[in-house]
């Protein structure tokens, strides 16, 4: 069994920063893709970012490119979201997923475990 813990949520103002991470269980982290989701109050869940399963790949969201930074430390098995230049909209719980393939992905539905979430709130 697979479990994905997020951490570093908060309150921040715009203009600021975050860096959310997000630490796995298990020995096979490095064999797959990772991606990051955010879902806003009444509104579904979207694709922010994904790395593929050593890092060489990564793909974003338009809304977030420029901005945010996905990476991932495979002797920690961690991956990481460092959001920058926060705007309001950028205000939802984030969760982290793991995909069951080595390169990035953008679908929801490609991904099989997930965390719980961490909320973030960027005050205007």
């Known amino acids: 069994q697979v479990q994905l813990v997020e951490s570093g949520g908060g309150l921040v103002q715009t203009g600021g920063s975050l860096r959310l991470s997000c630490a796995a269980s298990g020995r096979t982290f490095s064999s797959y893709a990772m991606g990051w989701f955010r879902q806003a109050p009444g509104k579904g869940r979207d694709f922010v970012a994904s790395?593929?399963?050593?890092?060489?790949?990564?793909y974003y969201a338009d809304s977030v490119k420029g901005r945010f930074t996905i990476s991932r430390d495979n002797a920690k098995n961690t991956v990481y979201l460092q959001m920058d230049s926060l705007k309001p909209e950028d205000t939802a719980v984030y969760y982290c997923?793991?995909?069951?393939?080595?390169?990035?992905?953008?679908?929801?539905?490609?991904?099989?475990?997930w965390g719980q979430g961490t909320q973030v709130t960027v005050s205007s």
């Open positions: 997923a793991r995909a069951p393939r080595v390169d990035v992905t953008t679908s929801q539905y490609e991904y099989d475990y």
């Open positions: 790395i593929s399963w050593l890092g060489g790949s990564t």
